[in-house]
């Protein structure tokens, strides 16, 4: 193997366990029990269901950290999409903020139905490595029937 490759793998690996020095914080807040959706909100028990499969590891403070959060660059790109998650929507403080930032608001919030439906929601990324996540037309059906009463929009 010519030098310049061992240099530059050398150098790729040594950048590799560099970058696990870079750490963003994985948080999971403190959650007030009456500030829950639960809490404010009839969801029943098929609905919970569907929540905890494939939404509240990202909208809620209730995260079950996977241990490939812990790995760099890997780990960055999911506490991002946890983080942003949960400034967008947060089942862990309910109701939502009616004022939404203003990264948020230039385009008309879709409602919560419509990313499921359309396969927004749960994101591919996660139903790619969570299995349970993946809804059934049925689990779509029933929890936009849910959220459509329930939810403001």
């Not at 560099?18 to 809490?39: D, Y």
């Not at 494939?54 to 760099?72: F, G, L, Q």
Request: charged share 20%; with cysteine; hydrophobic share 40%.
């Amino acid at each position: 193997m010519p030098t310049y490759a061992r240099g530059a793998i050398f150098g790729f690996c040594a950048l590799l366990v560099a970058i696990q020095f870079i750490r963003p914080a994985r948080t999971n807040p403190q959650v007030t029990p009456a500030s829950t959706l639960e809490a404010k909100v009839n969801v029943p028990p098929d609905v919970e269901r569907i929540l905890t499969a494939a939404c509240k590891d990202c909208h809620s403070y209730e995260t079950r950290w996977p241990w490939y959060s812990n790995v760099a660059p890997v780990s960055w790109f999911v506490i991002n999409h946890v983080n942003d998650a949960r400034q967008r929507l947060n089942f862990s403080e309910w109701p939502p903020p009616t004022s939404v930032s203003a990264r948020f608001s230039r385009r008309p919030r879709p409602s919560a139905c419509d990313e499921v439906q359309t396969h927004d929601m749960p994101l591919f990324s996660y139903r790619l490595i969570h299995r349970d996540s993946r809804l059934t037309p049925q689990d779509i059906q029933t929890f936009c029937q849910w959220a459509n009463a329930a939810l403001p929009q």
